[in-house]
C-alpha cells in the first residue's frame, strides 16, 4: 500500500513530502524515502530525480523556517509553532540548545538527528546566520540523509521477497504511528485543558 501511494506521488510528490516532513517533522522520512529508493530500482522513479526532489524539498521546508525565525524571532516562533499538533515546545527548546552548543555546524550535523533535523532551522534564523552558509549546510546535510536512505532503499531492491516483507512491516508502522499520534493529540488536548 506505501510503495503504491509513493509510486502514485512520483518523484515530485515525493519532494513535496519531504518539504512538508521538515515543516511537521513528525512525518516520518524514514518511511517514504527508502521507498522511492526501492521504487527506484524497479525503474518507477527515477532515482537521481528522488534524490533532487527530496533534497530540494528539505532544503525550501528548511527555508521557510528559517525566514520564521528571522522575521519572528525565536521565542515568538516556537510560541506559535509548539501550538501545532504532535509537536512539543521541549522539541524546540532542544533544537535551540543543539544550535547554542555548536554554531553553524550544528546545521549540517542536525540534519542527521531526528527531532534536531527539521527545527534547527528557527534558532538559525533568528541568530542571522548567513543564508549562503545556512544554504549550503542544509543542502549537504539533507543531501546526506536523504541519500542515505533512498540508497538503502535502493540496496534493498535486490532482495524482492525482503523488500516485500519491509513495506508491509512498514504499512503496520505507519498504522500504528497514526493511531499513536491521535492518542498523543488527545491526551496533549486533555492537559491543555486541564491546565487552564
Same mark, same amino acid.
Given at each position: 500500500?506505501?510503495?503504491?501511494?509513493?509510486? *502514485?506521488?512520483?518523484? $515530485?510528490?515525493?519532494?513535496?513530502?519531504?518539504?512538508? +516532513?521538515?515543516?511537521?517533522?513528525?512525518?516520518?522520512?524514514?518511511?517514504? %524515502?527508502?521507498?522511492?529508493?526501492?521504487?527506484?530500482?524497479?525503474?518507477?522513479? @527515477? /532515482? =537521481?530525480?528522488?534524490?533532487?526532489?527530496?533534497?530540494? &524539498?528539505?532544503?525550501?521546508?528548511?527555508?521557510?523556517?528559517?525566514?520564521? &525565525?528571522?522575521?519572528?524571532? #525565536? +521565542?515568538r516562533?516556537?510560541?506559535? %509553532?509548539?501550538?501545532?499538533? /504532535? =509537536?512539543?515546545? +521541549?522539541?524546540?527548546?532542544?533544537?535551540?540548545? $543543539?544550535?547554542?552548543?555548536?554554531?553553524?555546524?550544528?546545521?549540517?550535523?542536525?540534519?542527521? /538527528?531526528?527531532?534536531? !533535523?527539521? #527545527?534547527? @532551522?528557527?534558532?538559525?534564523?533568528?541568530?542571522?546566520?548567513?543564508? &549562503?552558509?545556512?544554504?549550503?549546510?542544509?543542502? *549537504?546535510?539533507?543531501g546526506? $540523509?536523504?541519500?542515505?536512505?533512498?540508497?538503502? &532503499?535502493? /540496496?534493498?531492491g535486490?532482495?524482492?521477497?525482503?523488500? +516485500?516483507?519491509?513495506?508491509?512491516? #512498514?504499512?503496520?508502522?505507519?498504522?500504528? *504511528? #497514526?493511531?499513536?499520534?491521535?492518542v498523543?493529540? =488527545? =491526551?496533549?488536548?486533555? !492537559?491543555?485543558r486541564?491546565?487552564?
Amino acid at each position: 500500500m506505501a510503495a503504491q501511494a509513493i509510486d *502514485a506521488l512520483g518523484e $515530485w510528490g515525493v519532494g513535496l513530502f519531504t518539504l512538508a +516532513e521538515t515543516v511537521v517533522p513528525p512525518i516520518p522520512s524514514e518511511v517514504i %524515502l527508502p521507498l522511492a529508493g526501492y521504487l527506484a530500482k524497479q525503474g518507477s522513479l @527515477s /532515482l =537521481v530525480l528522488v534524490f533532487i526532489t527530496s533534497t530540494l &524539498g528539505a532544503y525550501l521546508g528548511a527555508l521557510m523556517l528559517y525566514w520564521l &525565525g528571522a522575521r519572528l524571532g #525565536l +521565542e515568538r516562533s516556537i510560541r506559535g %509553532l509548539s501550538r501545532l499538533p /504532535l =509537536v512539543d515546545r +521541549e522539541d524546540f527548546d532542544n533544537a535551540a540548545g $543543539w544550535f547554542r552548543r555548536h554554531g553553524r555546524s550544528s546545521v549540517f550535523f542536525g540534519r542527521l /538527528l531526528p527531532g534536531v !533535523r527539521s #527545527l534547527i @532551522s528557527l534558532p538559525a534564523g533568528a541568530s542571522s546566520m548567513h543564508l &549562503g552558509t545556512f544554504s549550503v549546510f542544509t543542502l *549537504a546535510g539533507s543531501g546526506l $540523509w536523504n541519500g542515505a536512505l533512498i540508497g538503502l &532503499g535502493f /540496496l534493498l531492491g535486490t532482495q524482492y521477497r525482503l523488500i +516485500e516483507q519491509y513495506s508491509r512491516f #512498514l504499512n503496520y508502522v505507519v498504522y500504528v *504511528a #497514526l493511531g499513536l499520534m491521535v492518542v498523543g493529540l =488527545v =491526551v496533549r488536548s486533555v !492537559r491543555r485543558r486541564s491546565g487552564r
